[in-house]
């Protein structure tokens, strides 16, 4: 890749994302070349050595030009280069189109072109990298944030329709990756508004109390939310997490789905670890998706569920399947939870898998590296 490549300036560059689609492989992974050399370049020391100069001194490429005085040429142009990206990389419009293009990206992962999984993990996983350099200096949160409408088919006349704020994960803290609606939610948002009565919606007692756990956007609630009066229902419902700004960002989503008033979904905080005491036993249904992916976190929404989940409740969990890496073999860690353990007894009774069904991946939906989701009923069991 030519320096001159490096600096032009990424919206007139990168492939448009309306033809990502379309792309070659070649051209994706060039263009996430060129963005990780403008703005992930190597730290290099202050001052060169001769030879160390001479070896990472950029080819030349004619960009420079030859008429700056006493400077030597070698030296000169390197910084001019160095020059051409630092005003390149300040550009707030360049960084700002940046931004939305590698979150497309990583939005339509499974959609590009790559001939092998593997090339296009790798394609997500630079996109990701290139978009936590922005950490450093991130513009603002309303700059950054990506609005997403989800329009879902029901069984009865009305759509339910949602629009959620889907902030760009900054890579400043690992731990927001409830910024996102992940693959699960959607593709169990879609099932919910299509049978309702499938998982009980239509049962639920009068003023009941729904929880959904690790909610990041609050997809699953804000769609219950909608769906839940068009099929006569009414219940109030929590959408909890434990991040701060993954909450904020949930109620942000409920105030633009609900506004202020008479709002049926609230965002409240709720570690799987410690839920809170006031809590135990509410939940007439309990939702969770796209919340397994450490080894731990099976054993800790287990005693979490075993907490709230009211008697005669159903717990629906969705458990993305990712057959590559860490992940590998992360649904089995929820089959293993939710066998024959003390905690999941009450006075009689056991908390046990009812049911699972093996979700397809929808072409479109979910990052690259999803194969599809494990769907659990949940609920008590004669001991
Ligand atoms: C991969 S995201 C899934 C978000 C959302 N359910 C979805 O499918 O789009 C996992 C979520 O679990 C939350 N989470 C992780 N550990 C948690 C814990 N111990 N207690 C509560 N929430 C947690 C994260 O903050 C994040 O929002």
Excluded at 4 to 19: F, G
Excluded at 56 to 68: F, I, K, L, Q
Aim: hydrophobic share 40%.
């Amino acid at each position: 890749m030519s320096i001159l490549t490096c600096c032009v300036p990424p919206s007139s560059s990168l492939p448009p994302v309306r033809s990502l689609r379309t792309a070659s492989e070649d051209s994706i992974t060039t263009a996430l070349h060129s963005l990780q050399a403008l703005y992930c370049p190597l730290r290099l020391p202050a001052t060169l050595s001769k030879d160390k100069e001479a070896a990472t001194a950029p080819v030349d490429s004619g960009y420079v030009s030859e008429d700056e005085g006493e400077v030597a040429p070698l030296q000169r142009r390197y910084s001019t280069t160095e020059d051409a990206f630092a005003a390149l990389r300040a550009d707030p419009y360049e960084k700002d189109f940046t931004v939305r293009w590698l979150t497309s990206l990583i939005a339509r992962a499974s959609e590009l072109p790559f001939d092998s999984e593997e090339a296009r993990e790798k394609a997500v996983d630079d996109a990701a990298f290139i978009l936590s350099s922005f950490s450093d200096s991130p513009t603002t949160e309303e700059d950054e944030a990506l609005s997403r409408d989800f329009v879902f088919q029901t069984s009865h006349d009305s759509n339910v329709t949602i629009q959620i704020n889907d902030a760009p994960l900054t890579g400043a803290d690992h731990t927001d990756v409830g910024l996102q609606s992940w693959g699960a939610s959607i593709v169990f948002s879609e099932m919910m508004c299509k049978d309702p009565e499938r998982f009980g919606l239509d049962q639920l007692p009068e003023n009941a109390t729904i929880i959904e756990l690790g909610a990041g956007t609050a997809l699953i609630s804000l769609t219950l939310g909608k769906l839940l009066p068009s099929i006569g229902a009414k219940a109030q419902i929590l959408a909890t997490d434990y991040h701060t700004a993954v909450l904020e960002n949930a109620r942000t989503n409920i105030i633009t789905n609900f506004g202020t008033d008479n709002v049926p979904v609230d965002a409240m905080l709720l570690d799987w670890a410690t839920p809170p005491p006031a809590l135990a036993a509410s939940a007439n249904m309990l939702f969770a998706a796209d919340v397994v992916y450490a080894p731990e976190h099976s054993a800790w929404l287990r005693d979490c569920a075993a907490h709230l989940l009211a008697p005669e409740a159903t717990f629906w969990l969705v458990v993305t399947v990712r057959s590559h890496g860490k992940f590998n073999g992360i649904p089995g860690t929820a089959e293993t939870a939710f066998e024959d353990f003390e905690s999941t007894r009450r006075g009689g009774k056991a908390l046990r898998i009812i049911d699972k069904e093996m979700l397809d991946k929808k072409r479109g939906v979910g990052r690259g590296d999803e194969n599809g989701y494990m769907l659990f009923k949940i609920g008590w069991v004669d001991a």
